[in-house]
Protein backbone atom coordinates (compact mmCIF):
# COMPACT_ATOMS: atom_id res chain seq x y z
CA UNK A 1 0.00 0.00 0.00
CA UNK A 2 1.12 3.31 -0.72
CA UNK A 3 1.55 6.13 2.00
CA UNK A 4 1.50 9.78 1.38
CA UNK A 5 1.58 13.05 3.66
CA UNK A 6 1.28 17.10 3.22
CA UNK A 7 4.56 18.82 4.04
CA UNK A 8 6.75 22.15 2.92
CA UNK A 9 9.36 22.25 1.22
CA UNK A 10 12.24 23.77 3.52
CA UNK A 11 15.02 23.87 1.09
CA UNK A 12 16.12 23.68 -2.50
CA UNK A 13 18.78 21.18 -3.41
CA UNK A 14 19.67 20.79 -6.78
CA UNK A 15 17.96 20.67 -10.08
CA UNK A 16 18.46 19.85 -14.09
CA UNK A 17 16.67 18.75 -16.56
CA UNK A 18 13.55 16.48 -15.31
CA UNK A 19 14.55 16.40 -11.41
CA UNK A 20 14.38 18.91 -8.27
CA UNK A 21 16.21 17.38 -4.98
CA UNK A 22 14.73 19.54 -2.38
CA UNK A 23 14.09 18.65 1.62
CA UNK A 24 10.20 18.64 2.84
CA UNK A 25 10.15 19.40 6.74
CA UNK A 26 14.03 18.27 7.08
CA UNK A 27 13.28 14.89 4.84
CA UNK A 28 14.96 14.14 1.51
CA UNK A 29 12.32 14.56 -1.26
CA UNK A 30 13.09 15.12 -5.58
CA UNK A 31 10.64 16.43 -8.05
CA UNK A 32 10.17 14.98 -11.03
CA UNK A 33 9.51 18.30 -12.86
CA UNK A 34 8.30 16.96 -16.61
CA UNK A 35 5.25 15.92 -14.11
CA UNK A 36 4.60 18.09 -11.38
CA UNK A 37 6.56 21.42 -12.37
CA UNK A 38 9.70 22.88 -10.13
CA UNK A 39 9.52 23.49 -6.32
CA UNK A 40 9.78 26.96 -4.37
CA UNK A 41 10.90 27.60 -0.62
CA UNK A 42 7.36 27.29 1.40
CA UNK A 43 5.52 25.58 -0.92
CA UNK A 44 3.19 23.04 0.21
CA UNK A 45 3.21 19.61 -1.18
CA UNK A 46 2.26 16.46 -1.30
CA UNK A 47 5.00 13.63 -0.43
CA UNK A 48 4.71 9.36 -1.04
CA UNK A 49 6.61 8.42 1.74
CA UNK A 50 5.96 4.76 0.94
CA UNK A 51 9.77 3.94 0.38
CA UNK A 52 11.26 5.50 3.06
CA UNK A 53 8.63 4.56 5.53
CA UNK A 54 9.41 1.08 4.81
CA UNK A 55 13.15 1.58 5.00
CA UNK A 56 13.73 0.40 1.27
CA UNK A 57 17.03 1.80 -0.61
CA UNK A 58 14.21 2.99 -3.69
CA UNK A 59 15.35 6.10 -4.52
CA UNK A 60 16.70 7.41 -1.13
CA UNK A 61 13.58 9.93 -1.42
CA UNK A 62 10.41 10.78 -0.78
CA UNK A 63 8.66 11.49 -3.97
CA UNK A 64 6.47 14.26 -4.42
CA UNK A 65 3.05 14.00 -5.87
CA UNK A 66 1.94 17.28 -6.43
CA UNK A 67 2.20 21.05 -5.28
CA UNK A 68 -0.39 22.48 -3.24
CA UNK A 69 0.46 25.66 -3.49
CA UNK A 70 -0.42 25.94 -6.93
CA UNK A 71 -3.84 25.77 -8.48
CA UNK A 72 -3.17 24.13 -11.59
CA UNK A 73 -0.45 22.65 -13.90
CA UNK A 74 -0.40 22.80 -17.58
CA UNK A 75 3.01 20.86 -19.12
CA UNK A 76 1.61 19.77 -22.92
CA UNK A 77 3.36 17.75 -24.95
CA UNK A 78 4.22 17.57 -28.46
CA UNK A 79 1.95 14.29 -29.32
CA UNK A 80 -0.48 12.22 -28.04
CA UNK A 81 1.17 9.17 -26.35
CA UNK A 82 0.77 8.29 -22.53
CA UNK A 83 3.67 7.16 -20.14
CA UNK A 84 2.40 5.87 -16.95
CA UNK A 85 -0.79 5.08 -18.64
CA UNK A 86 -3.75 5.11 -16.61
CA UNK A 87 -2.33 6.97 -13.55
CA UNK A 88 -2.21 10.06 -12.17
CA UNK A 89 0.76 10.89 -13.39
CA UNK A 90 0.10 10.09 -16.73
CA UNK A 91 1.17 12.79 -19.32
CA UNK A 92 2.32 13.35 -22.86
CA UNK A 93 6.52 12.66 -23.32
CA UNK A 94 6.03 12.84 -26.98
CA UNK A 95 6.96 9.88 -28.78
CA UNK A 96 9.65 10.32 -31.72
CA UNK A 97 7.76 7.63 -33.90
CA UNK A 98 4.44 8.78 -33.76
CA UNK A 99 2.81 10.54 -37.03
CA UNK A 100 2.63 13.97 -33.81
CA UNK A 101 5.66 13.10 -32.47
CA UNK A 102 8.82 14.89 -32.60
CA UNK A 103 10.57 12.92 -35.43
CA UNK A 104 7.49 13.39 -37.63
CA UNK A 105 8.81 16.46 -38.90
CA UNK A 106 11.67 15.04 -40.55
CA UNK A 107 9.61 11.39 -41.14
CA UNK A 108 8.75 8.72 -42.20
CA UNK A 109 11.55 6.51 -41.27
CA UNK A 110 12.48 2.95 -41.91
CA UNK A 111 13.28 1.37 -38.45
CA UNK A 112 14.98 -1.79 -40.14
CA UNK A 113 16.92 0.26 -42.46
CA UNK A 114 17.77 2.60 -39.48
CA UNK A 115 18.76 -0.41 -37.12
CA UNK A 116 20.45 -2.91 -39.86
CA UNK A 117 23.87 -3.99 -38.23
CA UNK A 118 23.79 -1.53 -35.26
CA UNK A 119 25.66 -3.22 -32.09
CA UNK A 120 23.35 -3.26 -29.06
CA UNK A 121 24.84 -4.67 -25.93
CA UNK A 122 22.43 -5.78 -23.33
CA UNK A 123 22.85 -5.24 -19.42
CA UNK A 124 21.46 -6.43 -16.83
CA UNK A 125 22.34 -3.67 -14.06
CA UNK A 126 22.29 0.07 -14.78
CA UNK A 127 25.33 0.67 -12.96
CA UNK A 128 27.01 -1.75 -15.48
CA UNK A 129 25.53 0.24 -18.27
CA UNK A 130 27.22 3.49 -17.29
CA UNK A 131 30.22 1.92 -16.75
CA UNK A 132 30.42 -0.24 -19.92
CA UNK A 133 29.07 3.29 -21.84
CA UNK A 134 32.45 4.81 -20.28
CA UNK A 135 34.92 1.92 -21.38
CA UNK A 136 33.74 1.84 -24.84
CA UNK A 137 34.52 5.60 -25.31
CA UNK A 138 37.67 5.38 -23.87
CA UNK A 139 38.53 2.53 -26.01
CA UNK A 140 36.83 4.38 -29.29
CA UNK A 141 36.69 8.67 -29.30
CA UNK A 142 35.21 8.01 -32.31
CA UNK A 143 31.73 5.70 -30.53
CA UNK A 144 28.75 7.74 -30.06
CA UNK A 145 27.03 6.12 -27.69
CA UNK A 146 23.28 5.66 -26.93
CA UNK A 147 21.46 4.33 -23.88
CA UNK A 148 18.33 2.81 -24.44
CA UNK A 149 16.46 2.93 -20.98
CA UNK A 150 13.54 0.04 -21.20
CA UNK A 151 11.21 -0.33 -18.10
CA UNK A 152 12.77 -3.00 -16.36
CA UNK A 153 13.76 -0.20 -13.39
CA UNK A 154 13.07 3.36 -12.76
CA UNK A 155 10.86 4.82 -15.26
CA UNK A 156 12.00 8.43 -14.80
CA UNK A 157 15.30 8.69 -16.84
CA UNK A 158 16.11 12.00 -14.93
CA UNK A 159 16.06 10.01 -11.48
CA UNK A 160 19.66 9.00 -12.29
CA UNK A 161 22.77 10.56 -11.35
CA UNK A 162 25.18 8.68 -12.62
CA UNK A 163 23.22 8.89 -15.92
CA UNK A 164 23.39 12.52 -15.58
CA UNK A 165 27.09 12.71 -14.83
CA UNK A 166 27.71 10.35 -18.39
CA UNK A 167 26.04 12.72 -19.99
CA UNK A 168 27.66 15.42 -18.97
CA UNK A 169 30.91 13.35 -19.34
CA UNK A 170 30.10 13.16 -22.80
CA UNK A 171 29.68 9.29 -22.33
CA UNK A 172 26.22 8.89 -23.54
CA UNK A 173 25.18 11.25 -26.33
CA UNK A 174 22.06 9.93 -26.93
CA UNK A 175 19.38 8.95 -24.46
CA UNK A 176 16.07 7.21 -25.23
CA UNK A 177 13.39 5.69 -23.08
CA UNK A 178 10.90 3.16 -24.20
CA UNK A 179 7.00 2.27 -23.63
CA UNK A 180 5.97 3.44 -20.11
CA UNK A 181 9.89 4.85 -18.99
CA UNK A 182 10.19 8.53 -19.89
CA UNK A 183 12.22 11.54 -20.02
CA UNK A 184 14.66 10.28 -22.82
CA UNK A 185 16.16 12.82 -25.57
CA UNK A 186 14.11 10.14 -27.62
CA UNK A 187 11.27 8.96 -26.51
CA UNK A 188 9.50 5.75 -27.83
CA UNK A 189 7.09 3.33 -27.93
CA UNK A 190 9.18 0.04 -28.55
CA UNK A 191 12.99 -1.05 -27.80
CA UNK A 192 13.50 -1.19 -31.82
CA UNK A 193 11.92 2.00 -32.42
CA UNK A 194 13.99 3.77 -29.62
CA UNK A 195 16.98 2.20 -31.52
CA UNK A 196 16.31 3.55 -34.39
CA UNK A 197 15.44 6.84 -32.89
CA UNK A 198 18.81 7.41 -31.47
CA UNK A 199 20.90 6.57 -34.64
CA UNK A 200 18.97 8.96 -36.75
CA UNK A 201 20.13 11.16 -33.73
CA UNK A 202 23.52 10.50 -34.84
CA UNK A 203 24.45 7.47 -31.95
CA UNK A 204 26.52 4.62 -33.63
CA UNK A 205 26.40 2.08 -31.18
CA UNK A 206 23.69 1.54 -28.01
CA UNK A 207 23.78 0.38 -24.65
CA UNK A 208 19.97 -1.42 -23.48
CA UNK A 209 19.32 -1.57 -20.54
CA UNK A 210 17.10 -0.51 -17.18
CA UNK A 211 17.15 3.11 -14.68
CA UNK A 212 18.04 2.89 -11.35
CA UNK A 213 16.32 0.03 -9.15
CA UNK A 214 16.78 -3.43 -10.52
CA UNK A 215 14.45 -6.03 -8.80
CA UNK A 216 16.07 -9.78 -8.11
CA UNK A 217 15.33 -12.72 -5.80
CA UNK A 218 16.49 -16.19 -5.22
CA UNK A 219 14.33 -17.29 -8.07
CA UNK A 220 15.76 -17.33 -11.33
CA UNK A 221 12.68 -16.11 -13.19
CA UNK A 222 11.94 -13.51 -10.69
CA UNK A 223 14.00 -10.79 -11.63
CA UNK A 224 13.76 -7.37 -13.14
CA UNK A 225 15.92 -7.80 -15.58
CA UNK A 226 14.50 -11.07 -17.68
CA UNK A 227 13.03 -8.40 -19.46
CA UNK A 228 16.38 -8.16 -21.88
CA UNK A 229 15.10 -12.00 -23.39
CA UNK A 230 12.92 -10.16 -25.13
CA UNK A 231 14.36 -6.86 -26.11
CA UNK A 232 17.56 -8.58 -27.41
CA UNK A 233 15.98 -11.41 -29.78
CA UNK A 234 13.38 -8.71 -30.95
CA UNK A 235 16.34 -6.84 -31.92
CA UNK A 236 18.57 -9.29 -33.73
CA UNK A 237 15.38 -10.42 -35.57
CA UNK A 238 14.95 -6.74 -37.04
CA UNK A 239 18.65 -6.67 -38.03
CA UNK A 240 20.89 -5.16 -35.15
CA UNK A 241 24.01 -6.66 -34.05
CA UNK A 242 23.19 -7.72 -30.36
CA UNK A 243 25.49 -8.63 -27.72
CA UNK A 244 24.90 -9.64 -23.78
CA UNK A 245 26.91 -8.25 -21.14
CA UNK A 246 27.63 -10.23 -18.14
CA UNK A 247 26.74 -9.96 -14.75
CA UNK A 248 29.88 -11.34 -13.05
CA UNK A 249 31.20 -10.84 -10.02
CA UNK A 250 34.37 -11.80 -8.07
CA UNK A 251 33.36 -9.89 -5.12
CA UNK A 252 29.69 -10.71 -4.17
CA UNK A 253 29.23 -12.68 -0.92
CA UNK A 254 26.12 -14.25 -2.83
CA UNK A 255 26.47 -17.84 -4.29
CA UNK A 256 23.82 -17.11 -7.37
CA UNK A 257 26.02 -14.16 -8.33
CA UNK A 258 29.54 -15.45 -7.62
CA UNK A 259 31.13 -15.86 -10.81
CA UNK A 260 28.32 -16.40 -13.78
CA UNK A 261 25.65 -14.44 -12.14
CA UNK A 262 22.73 -16.67 -12.52
CA UNK A 263 20.34 -13.53 -14.20
CA UNK A 264 23.12 -13.90 -16.91
CA UNK A 265 22.85 -17.58 -17.23
CA UNK A 266 19.02 -17.49 -17.05
CA UNK A 267 18.77 -15.14 -20.22
CA UNK A 268 21.46 -17.23 -21.85
CA UNK A 269 19.19 -20.22 -21.47
CA UNK A 270 15.90 -18.32 -22.73
CA UNK A 271 17.14 -16.26 -25.46
CA UNK A 272 15.53 -17.69 -28.46
CA UNK A 273 17.75 -16.25 -30.82
CA UNK A 274 21.62 -16.46 -31.42
CA UNK A 275 23.59 -13.82 -29.51
CA UNK A 276 27.32 -12.83 -28.73
CA UNK A 277 28.32 -12.68 -25.39
CA UNK A 278 32.05 -10.85 -25.23
CA UNK A 279 34.39 -12.97 -22.45
CA UNK A 280 37.39 -11.89 -21.35
CA UNK A 281 39.02 -15.11 -21.55
CA UNK A 282 38.60 -18.89 -21.64
CA UNK A 283 37.46 -19.77 -18.23
CA UNK A 284 34.19 -16.72 -18.55
CA UNK A 285 33.88 -18.58 -22.27
CA UNK A 286 33.47 -22.24 -20.71
CA UNK A 287 31.11 -20.99 -18.20
CA UNK A 288 28.83 -19.45 -20.95
CA UNK A 289 28.90 -22.47 -23.34
CA UNK A 290 28.60 -24.96 -19.90
CA UNK A 291 25.03 -23.44 -19.74
CA UNK A 292 24.30 -22.61 -23.82
CA UNK A 293 24.84 -26.50 -24.44
CA UNK A 294 22.79 -27.42 -21.33
CA UNK A 295 19.66 -25.61 -22.38
CA UNK A 296 20.00 -26.09 -25.88
CA UNK A 297 20.50 -22.89 -26.95
CA UNK A 298 22.67 -20.44 -29.55
CA UNK A 299 24.78 -18.12 -28.45
CA UNK A 300 27.87 -17.95 -27.93
CA UNK A 301 31.06 -16.10 -26.53
CA UNK A 302 33.10 -14.22 -27.90
CA UNK A 303 36.95 -13.48 -26.28
CA UNK A 304 37.48 -10.26 -26.89
CA UNK A 305 40.65 -7.83 -24.86
CA UNK A 306 38.69 -6.23 -22.13
CA UNK A 307 39.11 -2.70 -21.76
CA UNK A 308 39.80 -1.33 -18.13
CA UNK A 309 36.66 0.14 -17.00
CA UNK A 310 38.21 1.16 -13.30
CA UNK A 311 40.45 3.32 -15.87
CA UNK A 312 38.02 4.91 -17.83
CA UNK A 313 35.27 5.61 -15.26
CA UNK A 314 37.98 7.22 -13.28
CA UNK A 315 39.46 9.52 -16.84
CA UNK A 316 35.28 10.47 -16.94
CA UNK A 317 34.98 11.50 -13.27
CA UNK A 318 32.37 8.70 -12.81
CA UNK A 319 31.88 7.20 -9.32
CA UNK A 320 29.97 3.82 -10.39
CA UNK A 321 28.86 1.22 -7.58
CA UNK A 322 26.82 -1.37 -7.49
CA UNK A 323 25.15 -3.05 -5.13
CA UNK A 324 26.86 -0.86 -2.40
CA UNK A 325 30.77 -1.98 -3.30
CA UNK A 326 32.79 0.55 -5.63
CA UNK A 327 32.67 -1.47 -9.13
CA UNK A 328 36.62 -0.92 -9.19
CA UNK A 329 36.74 -3.69 -6.47
CA UNK A 330 35.26 -6.19 -8.22
CA UNK A 331 37.14 -7.41 -10.82
CA UNK A 332 35.23 -10.53 -12.10
CA UNK A 333 32.63 -7.45 -13.13
CA UNK A 334 34.93 -5.21 -14.65
CA UNK A 335 36.68 -7.67 -16.93
CA UNK A 336 33.00 -8.89 -17.78
CA UNK A 337 32.00 -5.29 -18.54
CA UNK A 338 35.53 -4.49 -20.57
CA UNK A 339 34.85 -7.18 -22.66
CA UNK A 340 31.82 -6.35 -23.70
CA UNK A 341 32.87 -2.44 -24.17
CA UNK A 342 35.79 -3.69 -26.91
CA UNK A 343 33.46 -6.07 -28.84
CA UNK A 344 31.27 -2.61 -29.07
CA UNK A 345 33.93 -0.21 -29.33
CA UNK A 346 34.98 -2.12 -32.15
CA UNK A 347 32.06 -2.68 -34.37
CA UNK A 348 31.07 1.68 -33.69
CA UNK A 349 32.86 2.58 -36.60
CA UNK A 350 30.98 0.66 -39.22
CA UNK A 351 27.90 2.67 -38.07
CA UNK A 352 27.92 5.94 -38.77
CA UNK A 353 24.83 7.95 -38.26
CA UNK A 354 21.46 6.27 -40.04
CA UNK A 355 24.05 4.27 -42.32
CA UNK A 356 25.71 0.59 -41.14
CA UNK A 357 29.33 -0.06 -43.48
CA UNK A 358 29.75 -3.48 -42.24
Given amino acids: MASFRTGVV ?70 HVMSVRYTSVQHDAGTWDTDDGPGAADGPHDTRSLVHGVP ?14 AAICAAQPTARVAFVMNEAGALPLALSDLLAASVEAGTVSVTASVGQAFGGAVEAVTT ?12 NVVVLGPGPGHVGTADPLAFSGLSLVGDLDLLRAVGCRTAL ?28 RDHEVPVPDADFAAAVEAVVASAGAGSSPVISDPVDVAAACSAFGLEVSTMGRALADD ?10 ARWAAGLSSKVSGSTYNG
Avoid: F, K
Avoid at 26 to 38: D, F, M, N, S
Avoid at 331 to 340: F, H, N, Q, T, V
Fill in 331 to 340: RGALSAIGAA
Fill in 10 to 79: TELISLRPGMQRVMVDGRPAYALTQIVGELALADRVVVNTTALDRGLGTGGSDVVHWNLSRDSLSLPGPG
Fill in 120 to 133: VVGCVLHSHAMALC
Fill in 245 to 272: ALRWSSADLRDRHRGLSHHSATLLELMA
Fill in 192 to 203: PSAVAGCVHAGA
